[in-house]
């Protein structure tokens, strides 16, 4: 007979009579007989042990153990408590670094977005900044209505001087056309406004990079004088209406926006562009990469400049290669944390187990099997893991939303290309997260359980 049966059909029995008094109900922690309404059943009612036959058996005696009831779980409780503390703050620290993780992906691969797009379509072999000559294609309109593709925007670039009566400094023109999207520029607008390349007549209006503004001391509204070298050096005068700050200075140091029709008379060109910038929709795929490949290779014509498409992870390396590295630091504390509150977890139960070997083998003298009384001790661990990991989602939690919105922890952002530590979650990655630090660390519970089977009932039963 099952022992939980078993235990159910002793409870359900008539009251024992010992003495005089009534005794109905059976402590399986300590496994002595109780009196009646000592557990607040005044009377010796039958509630309390009803309640008891309907529950779990497991989850009765695991919350036994260590409670305030238990006179023999002192030291236990304290394993408890230093059990919960490590969960805690391991998920926490888990919590914690992958938002910081998520954070700095989002935010540096954002801006690498805003700058390039997610793909560039160039000359094979060239960058798109560079001078080599115009690329003209027939078939943009054919890669526009592709179903994961956002928009298509031509771009021109030229390389030049910007002079002051102090300073001199390289400078970067990306020229765009009134069909462009500004917003990313917007979003990073540090002063003045963003410029306008409306109209018939060619557009004197540029933005510049904070950093290229602190460099040469440009101020919003003054005339900025600009030098072209090629055969013959060029000047023109642009008026400066905005500065952006987007922080990532191998992308934004040098950069000037411009209109794209200066570029092209600058460069000598009647049509065409330097390339074509793509912006993709979220969650596009390698597998549209390829979409696009075959859209370029069945649609070419002979009339077509040959182009190749690079993607901002290949044009971008660095950058991205740094991030994988911080991925690699992600994972390899995740893995630290969840070993560190694993073993606690195990010190706090082996703790349990030797206070309670005498109990251990009573319940195995009753009947309970050796997987059966794991179990309970198994249950306990459960409770202790998910209260830790309570506290430590509501501390990661409250840590991660003060940063991001008041942005409590700030950085160098010439190391780190961002003004303060970015953040980024969601419930479902938290989720995910909690699961795996959740069956990692029972699995690992499942060592000290051995010691189970080694617990004979002769020889606990005689231990007073």
Known sequence: MDCPVLIQKILLKAPLRRGGREWRSLNPVIGEHTPAGAHGNAGGQIPFFMYLCFMNLNIFLADKIGSKADSTGRLSRTGTVISVVSVSLS?????????????????????????????????????????????????????????????????????????????????????????????????????????????????????????????????????????????????????LVGIFGAQLEQLDKYLAVADIRHIARLNGWDDGVSGYELYLASGASRQDMEAIDDVIYSNSTEGDSPVAATSMQEKYYVLFDWLRLLDVNVFILLALMISVAGFNMVSGLLIMLFERISQIGLLKAMGMTNMAV????????????????????????????????????????????????????????????NLVAFVAIMLIMLLPCMFISRISPAATMRVK
Not at 189 to 217: H, V, W, Y
Request: with cysteine; net charge neutral; glycine share 10%.
């Open 91 to 239: 998920i926490a620290v888990i919590i914690v670094a992958t938002a910081v993780s998520n954070g700095f992906r989002s935010e540096i691969g954002g801006k690498a977005r805003g700058f390039s797009g997610d793909i560039v379509l160039a000359s094979p072999g060239e960058d798109i900044v560079g001078e080599s000559g115009p690329v003209r294609i027939s078939y943009k309109e054919r890669i526009r209505e592709l179903p994961f593709v956002e928009r298509v925007e031509g771009v021109s670039y030229r390389h030049g001087i910007l002079k002051t009566p102090d300073e001199i400094g390289g400078v970067l023109f990306k020229g765009v056309d009134s069909t462009c999207s500004l917003d990313f520029y917007a979003r990073y607008l540090d002063e003045g406004r963003l410029p306008e390349f409306t109209g018939n007549k060619i557009s004197n209006e540029i933005m510049i990079s904070r950093r290229l503004a602190d460099m040469l001391n440009y101020k919003v509204g003054d005339k900025v004088d600009a030098y072209f070298v090629g055969e013959q050096v060029r000047v023109r005068r642009f008026n």
């Open 374 to 433: 794991s179990r309970i001790f198994l249950t306990k661990s459960a409770m202790v893991v998910l209260r830790g990991m309570l506290w430590g989602n509501a501390a990661a939690l409250l840590l991660c939303l003060l940063q991001k919105y008041f942005g409590i922890i700030t950085l160098n952002p010439d190391n780190y290309f961002v003004s303060a530590v970015p953040v980024d979650f969601s419930l479902i990655s938290i989720l995910g997260m």
